[in-house]
T-cell receptor, first 120, second 111 residues
Framework: GAVVSQHPSWVICKSGTSVKIECRSL??????MFWYRQFPKQSLMLMAT?????????EQGVEKDKFLINHASLTLSTLTVTSAHPEDSSFYIC????????????????FGSGTQLSVL | ELKVEQNPLFLSMQEGKNYTIYCNYS?????LYWYRQDPGKSLESLFV?????AVKQEGRLMASLDTKARLSTLHITAAVHDLSATYFC???????????FGTGTRLQVFP
């Protein structure tokens, strides 16, 4: 299947610093990318939807000034957690939506490997 | 507001037994996904169900979708330890690949 690379997979930072997470579709062009957050033993919560070249759409309750999303190309979206605090510690996962199913099997939504963020 | 509920939240079952996980959702949708998640890992795609009555099977897992009842099931046949994981269903309400996830079912299979 298609590959979505997410980097870094694990990051520890001090409170007040900013962290950037990258999500790349390696072998297809992603018309849309999504960012999710998952707290321990909980489900995934959608944070925002990003389309290449336009502003991200944030879900209710997600601070757009804190979670900056840039979708500069059809293969790359970045999430920057600005002035991170311990409560931002979470597992962040991106997904990428292909215009057409790369494998021809109706599957056109692919998830990255996730980033575990720990803020001290 | 779309709600996606899974039942049960936690399932401990013996190897060799069968069981079904249920996924109910509150708004019309004809696109439903099932994923598996191992601890500390991202999601592994299991099934994509795109129409009413869709049934898909892979190994010991079988998924079905009833869009009229707004219900999907994930049936486990003759469970083995390797199936221990958390299983999520997710609904695409607007056919835009924007998914709303269920609460998750943590499955533990013991000898």
């Amino acid at each position: 299947g298609a590959v979505v690379s997410q980097h870094p997979s694990w990051v520890i930072c001090k409170s007040g610093t900013s962290v950037k997470i990258e999500c790349r579709s390696l072998d297809f062009q992603a018309t849309t990318m999504f960012w999710y957050r998952q707290f321990p033993k909980q489900s995934l919560m959608l944070m925002a939807t990003s389309n290449e070249g336009s502003k991200a759409t944030y879900e209710q309750g997600v601070e757009k000034d804190k979670f900056l999303i840039n979708h500069a190309s059809l293969t790359l979206s970045t999430l920057t957690v600005t002035s991170a605090h311990p409560e931002d510690s979470s597992f962040y996962i991106c997904s990428a939506s292909a215009a057409l199913a790369p494998g021809g099997n109706n599957e056109k939504l692919f998830f990255g490997s996730g980033t575990q963020l720990s803020v001290l | 507001e779309l709600k996606v509920e899974q039942n049960p939240l936690f399932l401990s079952m013996q190897e060799g037994k069968n069981y079904t996980i249920y996924c109910n959702y509150s708004t019309t949708s004809d696109r439903l996904y099932w994923y598996r998640q191992d601890p500390g890992k991202s999601l592994e795609s299991l099934f994509v169900l795109l129409s009413n009555g869709a049934v898909k099977q892979e190994g010991r897992l079988m998924a079905s979708l009833d869009t009229k009842a707004r219900l999907s099931t994930l049936h486990i046949t003759a469970a083995v330890h390797d199936l221990s994981a958390t299983y999520f269903c997710a609904v695409d309400m607007t056919s835009t690949d924007k998914l709303i996830f269920g609460t998750g079912t943590r499955l533990q299979v013991f000898p």
